[in-house]
């Protein structure tokens, strides 16, 4: 009795100093186990914010960029046959830098477009979606230092891969040239002064993005002829983002910043077949350019990923081996999804005029955003307490209308946030019913007011 007494007491004072020493020492184990340096700054996360959003309010989603109806069906059934095939390696390691059905037919049809002979084995790299092409870039090309010339509104992921490759980023925003009534994102356009002002012999690059996420906007040949030049002029990169190449709406015309005189040489252009074929759960994307920029692209991707999953890569390849077969017929996919989108782009629009927002039309992608702030007075934003009212806005509606779209300040710098309050962003690559439902929604929380 007594026996365990003691050894209980003993227990309990050992256990104390225990806990003393590891009270003692939980500052230093902790800060040890610290986010490191590099990465801070980079914990908010617009996406994992927002999809808890969703998932606690199970409003009517337009706020992720995917559409909720079925992926082409020639797609779908080849990564089932992939999968099934015959052949037991198409579902073991590829090669790491592209499966060659893969590189082979994405140097075929960008040969095509580029009006260039593409080396498929040294000038295109697949990835996991254009997300990690963007990493494997921004990662292989930046010392520490090094400025990176970012257009606002941005994709959000460009500037925390700058900062934790230790790049600066330098940002100028694209403004709208007027700001009453209707608006197409043709309106929003940079200041050329502005931007050659950010140019110097820091610059490492510049990261366009055309068609654009999220104004839609499609750069003219004139813009990026005068990006082209200034990029010659300091010797610097060109990152073209370009996963909404074929999601441009007539007239317009996607131009290929890589096809202008001497740019080749100069600019990494990224893809997506998530966007290309309405499959974003693949994330299969890729970069290509001359092999000297891709070589660094590879040292990162061998180091991280090395290797994407064979019978995507398979399935996505036989996607494209078909619409490059059907290339100038109009079922070809390339086009079709364009054509298909455009009436969902002006309902989407006319539903949001209804309401009494003030959109901006896309010229590309499908994306839209509009001005909310006539509505300000119909909605309770103290009742939130973020900082930017685009947060606030987009939260009270989730919560109180069940509409949920994206606050577009999350896609700007600090000192800019400002730039993108008044605005939201919708995205309208859904089925013809939920775009129904969600003016019905709207058009009814309007009539209420
Ligand atoms: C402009 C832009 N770039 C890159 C990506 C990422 O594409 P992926 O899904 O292929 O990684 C997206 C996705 O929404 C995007 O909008």
């Given at each position: 009795m007594m026996f365990t007494k003691i050894c209980t007491s003993a227990s309990k004072v050992s256990n104390s100093l225990t806990t003393l020493r590891n009270i003692r020492s939980y500052p230093a184990v902790m800060s040890k186990f610290d986010l490191p340096t590099r990465l801070k700054?980079?914990?908010?996360s617009i996406w994992v914010e927002y999809i808890e959003l969703t998932l606690k309010y199970k409003p009517l989603n337009l706020g992720q960029g995917f559409p909720d109806f079925h992926a082409p069906e020639n797609v779908t059934k080849a990564l089932a046959a992939a999968a099934t095939s015959d052949n037991a390696l198409l579902n073991q390691y590829t090669r790491g830098y592209g499966h060659p059905r893969l590189i082979n037919i994405l140097a075929k049809l960008y040969s095509k477009l580029l009006n260039r002979t593409l080396d498929p084995t040294n000038e295109i790299l697949v990835t996991v979606g254009a997300y990690e092409a963007l990493y494997a870039t921004i990662q292989g090309h930046t010392n520490s230092g090094d400025e990176w010339i970012i257009m606002e509104p941005f994709f959000d992921c460009y500037v925390p891969m700058v900062k934790s490759a230790n790049g600066i980023p330098r940002f100028i925003a694209l403004k709208p040239k007027n700001t009453n009534g209707p608006l197409s994102s043709a309106d929003w356009v940079f200041d050329r002064q502005e931007l050659e002002g950010l140019f110097n012999e820091k610059t490492k690059g510049i990261i366009i993005n055309t068609p654009h996420n999220p104004l839609g906007k499609v750069f003219t040949l004139d813009e990026l002829q005068f990006i082209a030049n200034l990029a010659k002029k300091w010797n610097t990169l060109v990152v073209s983002?370009?996963?909404?190449?074929?999601l441009v709406y007539e007239p317009y015309k996607h131009v290929r910043?890589?096809?202008?005189?001497?740019?080749y040489e100069r600019t990494i252009t990224i893809g997506s077949a998530g966007k290309t074929f309405s499959v974003t759960g693949w994330k299969i994307g890729w970069a290509y350019g001359p092999a000297h920029l891709l070589y660094n692209l590879q040292v990162v991707h061998q180091n991280s990923v090395y290797t994407c999953a064979t019978p995507l890569q398979e399935a996505v390849a036989i996607g494209f081996e078909q619409e490059l077969e059907r290339f100038d017929r109009p079922d070809c996919y390339f086009f079709s999804l364009a054509r298909d989108l455009l009436p969902k782009r002006d309902y989407m629009a006319k539903l949001l005029s209804d309401v009494g927002m003030i959109p901006t039309i896309p010229e590309g992608g499908y994306f839209m955003v509009a001005n909310w702030t006539t509505l300000r007075d119909k909605v309770r934003l103290e009742e939130e307490t973020d900082e930017n009212r685009d947060y606030r806005f987009t939260k009270w509606m989730t919560k109180n209308v069940g509409v949920l779209g994206i606050p577009p300040s999350a896609f700007y710098s600090r000192e800019h946030k400002h730039l993108g309050e008044d605005n939201v962003r919708y995205c309208f690559i859904k089925k013809d019913e939920n775009l129904k439902k969600a003016s019905e929604i709207l058009m009814k929380w309007k009539s209420q007011q």
């Open positions: 700054g980079n914990e908010k983002d370009e996963v909404y190449e074929w910043i890589a096809s202008l005189p001497d740019m």
